[in-house]
């Protein structure tokens, strides 16, 4: 019976050990989990503009034909100029 009794008593404390460790595995799991994870919170849904804003194309279009006018006549009238002399 002491016999027994000592066998019982070692795989009880095996059985404790083991236990503990894969508790102890799964708590380091968790943790490492939460590392893991993003902390990203959305607070509110996207939501389209109702027009766009920026850029604004026809003032660029615009823009950029007068100053491509400008150059064109600055260019015919300085080669002109040149061709002159």
Same mark, same amino acid.
């Given at each position: 019976?002491?016999?027994?009794? %000592?066998?019982? @008593?070692?795989? =009880?404390?095996?059985? @404790? ?8 595995? =799964? ?9 893991? @994870?993003?902390?990203? @919170?959305?607070?509110?849904?996207? /939501? ?17 034909? *007068? *100053? %491509?006018?400008? %150059?064109? /006549? ?6 002109? /100029?040149?061709?002159?002399?």
């Amino acid at each position: 019976m002491q016999l027994e009794l %000592g066998r019982l @008593t070692r795989d =009880v404390e095996l059985q @404790t050990q083991l236990f503990i460790t894969l508790q102890e595995q =799964v708590e380091l799991s968790k943790i490492k989990e939460l590392d893991e @994870t993003p902390t990203l @919170t959305i607070l509110d849904q996207a /939501v389209p503009p109702l027009y766009k804003d920026k850029p604004r194309r026809k003032r660029i279009v615009i823009i950029a034909s *007068f *100053f %491509g006018a400008i %150059g064109a /006549v600055a260019f015919s009238l300085l080669r002109h /100029v040149f061709r002159a002399n």
